[in-house]
C-alpha cells in the first residue's frame, strides 16, 4: 500500500502538467455559439437603414431561397476583413441580408462604398434586439437560413477565404 | 519637452472598437419604480457578459451588456417575470449566459459535488472521533 502512495504525488503532478500542456497547446474555446441553430429564424422587423434598399421583414421572406444573414456594423474592423469574401459569395450566387448593429446610414454608405456591396437587404438594429434574439454574440457573425426558414449554420468572425466553399456548400444543403 | 510629449500620450483614449452611437436609454438609467429595478438588477448580476467573459452586465461598459441591461429593464418593466426573461436569453444563448445554472445531468455534479463531499467529510469526521474515545 505504501509504495504505491508514493508514487501519488507524481501522479497527480503528471495529471496537472497534462492539463496545463493540453492548455496551452488548444487554448480553450470561448466562442459562444448561438443556441438558435436549428431553430427557425425568429421573427425579425428592421427599418430599413438605406433609403434605397429595403429592410428586413423575416414574415415577407419566410420561404424560398436559402440566405445568409450577415450581422455586421461599420465601425467594426473585422468586417471590413470579411467584406471580399462577402464580393465572393454573393458573386457566387448567393442571396446575403444584413443586420446593421447599432449604426448609422452615413456610415453605412461610406463603408459599402468602400468595402463593396453584397447585401440584397439592410436592417437598422440600433438597439441590438435583433441581435440578441439571435443568440449572436458580437460582429461579425453570419447564419445560413434554409428554404424553410430554419437556421442551420453559424459561421462566428470574419468570413476568410477558406470559409467561402463551406459557406456555399451549407447554402446547397439548405435548400 | 519629453514629458510633455509622453503625458500627451497618456492623453490619448484607447482604440474603441465599439459603436458611436449612444446606448439605450435604459442601459444606464435606473426604471423609476425601485421595486422593479431591485428585480432588474438582481437578474443583471446572474447574466454573464457575452463579449467580457467573466463580467456580469451589470458590472461591464461593453456596448452588448448595455443593450442587454435595457433589454432586461425594458421586458421588467412591462411586467415580465425575471425566470421568463432568464429563460428567453437561454433559448438564444444556451445555459452559458446564466450564472445560475438550471439543473440538469451536465449541471448536476456541480450541485451534488458539495452535498456529496461534506456527506464524506461527516463520515470521516465520525469514524476519527469514535477511534478517539475508544
Known sequence: ?175 | MRRGLFCLLLIAGAAHADSSLPPSPLAYTQLADPAQEAEAKALMETLRCLVCQGQSIADSDADMAGEMRALVRQRIAAGERPARVRQWLIERYGDYVTYDPPFSWVTAPLWIAPLALLGIGVLIARRLFRRRQA
Open chain 1, 1 to 175: 500500500m505504501k509504495k504505491l502512495l508514493i508514487w501519488l504525488p507524481l501522479g497527480l503532478f503528471v495529471i496537472v502538467f497534462a492539463l496545463v500542456v493540453n492548455g496551452l497547446i488548444e487554448p480553450s474555446d470561448r466562442l459562444v455559439r448561438s443556441a438558435m441553430v436549428g431553430k427557425p429564424l425568429p421573427a425579425l422587423r428592421l427599418p430599413p437603414l438605406l433609403p434605397d434598399k429595403d429592410g428586413i421583414d423575416t414574415s415577407a421572406t419566410r420561404s424560398g431561397k436559402p440566405r445568409m444573414l450577415n450581422v455586421f456594423a461599420s465601425w467594426c474592423i473585422p468586417c471590413v476583413a470579411e467584406a471580399p469574401q462577402l464580393m465572393k459569395l454573393k458573386q457566387a450566387g448567393a442571396e446575403i441580408d444584413a443586420i446593421a448593429v447599432r449604426d448609422t446610414t452615413g456610415d453605412v454608405q461610406a463603408f459599402l462604398a468602400r468595402n463593396g456591396d453584397p447585401y440584397t437587404r439592410i436592417g437598422d438594429d440600433r438597439a441590438m434586439r435583433a441581435q440578441l434574439s439571435l443568440g449572436s454574440s458580437g460582429v461579425p457573425e453570419t447564419f445560413v437560413i434554409d428554404s424553410r426558414g430554419v437556421i442551420v449554420d453559424q459561421h462566428i468572425g470574419d468570413i476568410r477565404a477558406e470559409d467561402v466553399p463551406k459557406l456555399l456548400a451549407a447554402l446547397e444543403k439548405a435548400k
